[in-house]
């Protein structure tokens, strides 16, 4: 296939891997977007043919410069990474150019009429396949989506680009540097979870104690933090994903909110009552039963293993 | 279509203009109540009630609070049919002092660049405004980009991922919620923003407030009130869904009834320690 790309992002390694998929795509006629000099070396080493240089980082700035740089190249696809800048620059410049746009594309093929991508929809529960057609073609890519290119020691052009925008409407008055945020969860080796089976707030202690047997963190299901307040922070769609090596679901029915949100989980154990709820089929092991009952049982077994 | 050379922001007509915030809002499944088919691995997504998408409340949120500081006025956008209808009750409810709707049956299948053309052309079509709000992201299609695109559409500045968004002495300031840092700007209107999570929790209406939405005006137009033409809209479409799939689950399904609790806790205990999961 004699494609061009184009590809951007401020992230080098994320760069790279955009390179990867661009030259596997394209075979050859990959262009960069770089932001500062080491990053255009890097790039033009590791096989872009013309690595543009972009030295404003503003909004307004990269906006015009990518513009630009598509209508010196005109290429059939062009990739940033889904960074957070990544994420706004990109529907910008697709509806600067009426070009069709897909996010967080974690697979990307050239088929008859246009590119076939793969992402995620439904709050991630589900695996959407798209079309794009018309050109250029603009996705963004998420991080360890493609591989960054093996060869190094390439020959390349690094072009500056000096981009004229006027002065932006939006001013930065102060950049605060983050605190660091609660990674309880998310890095969270064991995790217990609640759902609406717990009948009042007091019961959660079962789920507690189970805890501590277990060496576990505590969540719980998006029902019982956002309607019922018993707890911070939930584990789903909207609250939290998590990826321990062992989930325990205790009294939760299931939905595809809590699933997506669990879907990384190496092990996943379920206690329900109901044996058509849902979390049985999410389910490694799970027992049929009332978590009033097989809670504390869990808990006591788990200690007298211990002894 | 570009819109940059002849849009009047703020009204003239009047002698006395409230600024507008504008917030887009879009009805979506609730996910809560989607279930996956088992036999072909879709999403039953018809059967689901229809909710406004959690961040575009939140961005509706955002605005009612600046119209309750300094006295805006709030109106809704939106793209969608008779249950759009219905989900803007509750945003008319919530605070919103009118709703705008394009519902056409020929847009139904439109992609995200068609849609940002049919509501840059309501926005235009619906008045000067100051700022224009919605959610970041819409958790069905996770799209993450009308905003953006009815930004550029409108040739207006975008202020993205606001977690703070507020009027402070006649100046909008938010705070941005990037990846390492929190960025604070002023923006000068007209601009574009999308909120994230943590910006607020949105209120629930009161009964009081709800039998009061019911006599808001909601002003429903097709395409070619807009002027324009339905089927040039859908030669818009870039981005067609083949299809739509639940990732295959590959776990162990292993169901261990528990008759006899004891006998059913310690198999799941042997199992979890023959698979390394206990420490």
């Given at each position: 296939?004699?494609?061009?790309?184009?590809?951007?992002?401020?992230?080098?390694?994320?760069?790279?891997?955009?390179?990867?998929?661009?030259?596997?795509?394209?075979?050859?006629?990959?262009?960069?977007?770089?932001?500062?000099?080491?990053?255009?070396?890097?790039?033009?080493s590791?096989?872009?043919?013309?690595?543009?240089?972009?030295?404003?980082?503003?909004?307004?700035?990269?906006?015009?410069?990518?513009?630009?740089?598509?209508?010196?190249?005109?290429?059939?696809?062009?990739?940033f990474?889904?960074?957070?800048?990544?994420?706004?620059?990109?529907?910008?410049?697709?509806?600067?150019?009426?070009?069709?746009?897909?996010?967080?594309?974690?697979?990307?093929?050239?088929?008859?009429?246009?590119?076939?991508?793969?992402?995620?929809?439904?709050?991630?529960?589900t695996?959407?396949?798209?079309?794009?057609?018309?050109?250029?073609?603009?996705?963004?890519?998420?991080?360890?989506?493609?591989?960054?290119?093996e060869?190094?020691?390439k020959?390349?052009?690094?072009?500056?680009?000096?981009?004229?925008?006027?002065?932006?409407?939006?001013?930065?008055?102060?950049?605060?540097?983050?605190?660091?945020?609660?990674?309880?969860?998310?890095?969270?080796?064991?995790?217990?979870?609640?759902?609406?089976?717990?009948?009042?707030?007091?019961?959660?202690?079962?789920?507690?104690?189970l805890?501590?047997?277990?060496?576990?963190?505590?969540?719980c299901?998006?029902?019982v933090?956002?309607?019922?307040?018993?707890?911070?922070?939930?584990?789903?769609i909207?609250?939290?994903?998590?990826?321990?090596r062992?989930?325990?679901?205790?009294?939760?029915?299931?939905?595809?909110?809590?699933?997506?949100?669990?879907?990384?989980?190496?092990?996943?154990?379920?206690?329900?009552?109901?044996?058509?709820a849902?979390?049985?089929?999410?389910?490694?092991?799970?027992?049929?039963?009332?978590?009033?009952?097989?809670?504390?049982?869990l808990?006591?077994?788990?200690?007298?293993?211990?002894? | 279509?570009?819109?940059?050379?002849?849009?009047?922001?703020?009204?003239?007509?009047?002698?006395?203009?409230?600024?507008?915030?504008?917030?887009l809002?879009?009805?979506?499944?609730?996910?809560?109540?989607?279930?996956?088919d088992?036999?072909?691995?879709?999403?039953?997504?018809?059967?689901?009630?229809?909710?406004?998408?959690?961040?575009?409340?939140?961005?509706?949120?955002?605005?009612?609070?600046?119209?309750?500081?300094?006295?805006?006025?709030?109106?809704?956008?939106?793209?969608?049919?008779?249950?759009?209808?219905?989900?803007?009750?509750?945003?008319?409810?919530?605070?919103?002092?009118?709703?705008?709707?394009?519902?056409?049956?020929?847009?139904?299948?439109?992609?995200?660049?068609?849609?940002?053309?049919?509501?840059?052309?309501?926005?235009?079509?619906?008045?000067?405004?100051?700022?224009?709000?919605?959610?970041?992201?819409?958790?069905?299609?996770?799209?993450s980009?009308?905003?953006?695109?009815?930004a550029?559409?409108?040739?207006?500045?975008?202020?993205?991922?606001?977690?703070?968004?507020?009027?402070e002495?006649?100046?909008?300031?938010?705070?941005?919620?990037?990846?390492?840092?929190?960025?604070?700007?002023?923006?000068?209107?007209?601009?574009?923003?999308?909120?994230?999570?943590?910006?607020?929790?949105?209120?629930?209406?009161?009964?009081?407030?709800?039998?009061?939405?019911?006599?808001k005006?909601?002003?429903?137009?097709?395409?070619?009130?807009?002027?324009?033409?339905?089927?040039?809209?859908?030669?818009?479409v870039?981005?067609?869904?083949?299809?739509?799939?639940?990732?295959?689950?590959?776990?162990?399904?292993?169901?261990?009834?528990?008759?006899?609790?004891?006998?059913a806790?310690?198999?799941?205990?042997?199992?979890?320690?023959?698979?390394?999961?206990?420490?």
């Open positions: 296939m004699h494609i061009k790309t184009l590809i951007y992002s401020e992230n080098t390694e994320l760069a790279l891997q955009l390179l990867g998929k661009a030259i596997q795509l394209s075979g050859a006629g990959v262009s960069a977007i770089a932001v500062d000099g080491d990053q255009a070396s890097i790039l033009v590791s096989g872009a043919v013309k690595t543009y240089l972009v030295k404003d980082h503003s909004f307004d700035a990269l906006r015009a410069g990518i513009l630009d740089v598509v209508a010196k190249e005109s290429p059939e696809l062009v990739m990474g889904s960074t957070k800048r990544g994420r706004e620059l990109a529907p910008r410049v697709a509806a600067a150019l009426k070009a069709g746009y897909s996010g967080d594309c974690f697979e990307a093929e050239q088929v008859d009429g246009g590119f076939a991508v793969k992402r995620l929809a439904y709050g991630g529960s695996i959407a396949s798209m079309m794009i057609k018309g050109k250029p073609t603009i996705i963004s890519v998420p991080q360890r989506s493609f591989q960054k290119p060869t190094q020691g020959q390349g052009e690094i072009i500056e680009l000096v981009t004229s925008t006027p002065l932006s409407k939006v001013k930065v008055l102060e950049s605060r540097t983050k605190k660091t945020t609660d990674l309880g969860l998310e890095n969270a080796k064991i995790i217990v979870s609640a759902g609406r089976g717990f009948k009042k707030k007091e019961d959660l202690k079962l789920l507690e104690e805890a501590t047997e277990l060496g576990a963190k505590m969540g299901s998006r029902p933090s956002a309607d019922l307040g018993w707890m911070d922070q939930w584990v789903g909207s609250g939290k994903k998590v990826a321990p062992l989930y325990v679901a205790c009294g939760i029915s299931g939905t595809i909110q809590h699933a997506a949100g669990i879907r990384d989980s190496q092990l996943i154990v379920s206690v329900n009552s109901d044996e058509s849902g979390i049985h089929q999410l389910s490694d092991y799970s027992i049929v039963g009332d978590i009033y009952t097989v809670l504390p049982a808990t006591k077994a788990l200690k007298e293993r211990l002894k | 279509m570009t819109g940059k050379d002849k849009c009047v922001w703020r009204g003239k007509s009047s002698l006395i203009t409230v600024p507008r915030i504008v917030v809002v879009k009805d979506i499944p609730d996910l809560n109540e989607v279930k996956i088992t036999s072909t691995r879709s999403p039953m997504v018809e059967s689901a009630k229809r909710r406004l998408n959690d961040l575009d409340k939140r961005a509706l949120e955002a605005a009612i609070r600046m119209k309750e500081t300094a006295g805006m006025e709030v109106v809704t956008v939106s793209m969608g049919d008779e249950k759009t209808k219905t989900c803007l009750l509750e945003a008319l409810a919530m605070g919103a002092d009118a709703a705008y709707i394009v519902s056409d049956p020929a847009l139904k299948w439109v992609d995200a660049h068609a849609t940002s053309l049919v509501l840059a052309a309501a926005i235009r079509k619906a008045g000067a405004f100051d700022v224009i709000v919605s959610g970041e992201l819409s958790l069905d299609g996770m799209g980009q009308v905003g953006p695109r009815v550029e559409l409108l040739g207006i500045p975008q202020v993205t991922y606001a977690k703070e968004l507020k009027i002495v006649g100046k909008y300031i938010a705070v941005r919620d990037l990846e390492d840092v929190d960025e604070v700007v002023e923006a000068e209107p007209p601009f574009l923003a999308t909120v994230v999570r943590e910006i607020n929790e949105p209120r629930i209406p009161s009964l009081m407030n709800i039998m009061k939405a019911k006599k005006p909601i002003t429903e137009w097709n395409a070619e009130a807009l002027g324009l033409k339905a089927d040039e809209i859908i030669a818009f870039r981005v067609v869904v083949s299809d739509v799939k639940a990732p295959e689950v590959s776990r162990k399904r292993v169901m261990i009834k528990a008759e006899k609790i004891e006998e806790v310690a198999k799941l205990v042997f199992m979890l320690e023959s698979e390394g999961a206990l420490e």
